[in-house]
Structure formats: C-alpha cells, structure tokens
C-alpha cells in the first residue's frame, strides 16, 4: 500500500513518495533535505517492512524526532494521519488513500480496503531486549535511538534473509511470523532466527563500547492456527500468538533465553527434548502447558548438527 509524506517548503505543500526506505537530514545526500540548524545531518528514516508497514526512527539525532507529540527512541509503527516532527518542519504520514487531485489544500479521499482473514497454521517467534527500560535509563537517549535504529535495521535484515514476515515492531521487542505448510521447516527457520538476533544484540556493545553491558534477548517460539490478514495492521491473531509472548514473558521467570511450546519442540530430534520438557501455567492461560527450555549456547549445537 502506498504512503507519503507531506509537508510545507518554501510554503509550498510537498507530497514525497516513502517506498521502502527514505531518509529524512541536513545532509544533501538525504531523500528530504532540510536546511534548519535544529535538524541533524542524517536525522531520521521511514523505513518499510513486510506488507506495507512504515516505521519511523530517529537515528540519534540531537534534537530528537516526535510523533503526535511524544519524542520516539524506538522504532515508531506509523498510521495514517500520523504527524512527524523534526525541527521546524511537521510532516503528515499518508497511508491508504487515494487522491483525486493534488492541491495546495493537501485534501485526499479515505479509500477503505476489506481484508478476508485466512486462517492456517503458523510459527510464531517474539524476541525482545532484555532489561530494555533499566538501559533507557542508563543511556542518553540519543545514544539509545542510534542503538535502536541499528537493532531494527539489523533485525530486519535477518528476517528477511529467514524468509519470515515481520508482524510488527513493539519498541524493543519484535514479532515475527512463519506460515509456509512445513511445520518442522517453520520452526527452524524461527530457532535459527532467534539465534541471529541474539548474536547481532550482543555485537552491539563493539558498536556502542558506553554500553554497560552487553545486551541480551529473550524469545519465546509457539507453533498454532491463528488468523492472518487483520485489520488494517494485516496482523496475526489468535491463541497461537498470545501463547508465543506468554512464552517470551515466562522465560525471565524461568531463567532460559528461549522457551519453545510442545507444537514447536516436536519438531526437533526427540533426544534434543525428551525427559527434558516441563510444565508451566502460563499468565492468563488457565490450563499448563507443556514448554522446553534452551540456551543460545545449547541452541547452537542444535542448529549444526
């Protein structure tokens, strides 16, 4: 789906194309170039993922980049009408709707598209940044929105390498989906994602040496039916996907850095899980459920054999 941004230069209205990335600084060699002291060099991008999902970050900036008002220093999802600010200049993101005519009054028609669900099995990974608020507090928070604009640009990359779709950014955390009819391919794909991940997080304190420490991630992998194709975020809902963040969020408590559900550990060799799966409840599901633990280390070995 097509998306622009808009905004007033030299008091005249510009309409921009986004496609899959455009960045936005005082530097010439940007897609919008803005000549105002309070703008970076290389300020900011809005970047496309998967369908037709647009983030905005802002890539440690000095004065920082604000969407409908609230500075971002994560990868920011962005919805039609949303309005940007950097420096002196706002601009309105456009997403979903068709123009008649394009005049100084900036005036589009709301096009509304009708999704049909599917519903299929699928492989559901979500990782996320291990302690990410007690840095947020560590950090300067341009040093934190460079760290996250390279996470999210590594991140990417890696799942689109996997052959998965990204579902969505959520701050520090990221769900990623596999839906191909091969469970067992599906799954693996999702573990050895994991590990790439968790690979490039670690790398990121050779890139930012003030780092306390090194990051780490957490991630749960759940295999399910779930509906594809939602709302206007063309999300995945469904148990399938509630059970994978449950998963994710359990691991802290479990003291392992991935917890697969029984749906997703079959599908590995059985001496890799029997006699050393467990029984968990997990938050706000009412009946246990059958999980097996690993380490990146453990993982590893897994991914050569």
Not at 64 to 79: A, D, E, H, I
Not at 89 to 110: K, L, Y
Not at 156 to 185: H, L
């Amino acid at each position: 789906m097509s998306a622009y941004l808009t905004y007033m230069q030299d008091q005249q209205p510009e309409r921009v194309p986004c496609g899959s990335a455009l960045t936005i600084g005082r530097d010439k060699n940007n897609n919008i170039v803005l000549t105002d002291l309070l703008v970076s060099r290389n300020h900011a991008m809005v970047r496309r993922l998967g369908g037709g999902d647009y983030y905005v970050i802002d890539s440690g900036s000095s004065n920082g980049t604000s969407v409908n008002g609230g500075r971002v220093s994560s990868p920011t999802r962005l919805r039609n009408g949303d309005r940007i600010a950097i420096g002196l200049t706002e601009f309105v993101f456009e997403q979903g709707i068709q123009p008649a005519r394009f005049n100084d009054s900036i005036s589009f028609q709301q096009t509304v598209i009708f999704h049909t669900p599917v519903i299929k099995e699928i492989t559901v990974l979500v990782a996320d940044i291990r302690n990410y608020t007690g840095l947020s507090e560590q950090v300067p928070i341009q040093t934190l929105s460079r760290l996250m604009s390279k996470w999210f640009q590594d991140v990417s990359d890696i799942i689109q390498d996997s052959g998965g779709t990204i579902d969505k950014f959520i701050g520090d955390c990221v769900f990623v989906r596999w839906d191909n009819d091969k469970a067992q391919d599906n799954v693996m794909r999702a573990l050895r994602t994991a590990w790439k991940i968790a690979e490039t997080t670690a790398r990121l304190k050779l890139t930012f040496p003030e780092l306390p420490r090194p990051l780490r991630i957490g991630a749960g992998i759940n295999t399910g039916m779930a509906s594809l194709g939602i709302g206007a975020d063309n999300t995945a809902l469904g148990d399938a996907v509630n059970t994978a963040f449950r998963l994710e969020s359990a691991t802290k408590e479990l003291g392992c850095d991935i917890a697969l559900s029984e749906s997703s550990y079959r599908h590995l060799p059985e001496h890799h899980w029997v006699g050393a799966d467990q029984v968990l409840t997990l938050k706000g599901k009412q009946e246990p459920v059958r999980l097996l633990c690993l380490d990146f280390s453990l993982l590893e070995h897994i991914l050569r054999e």
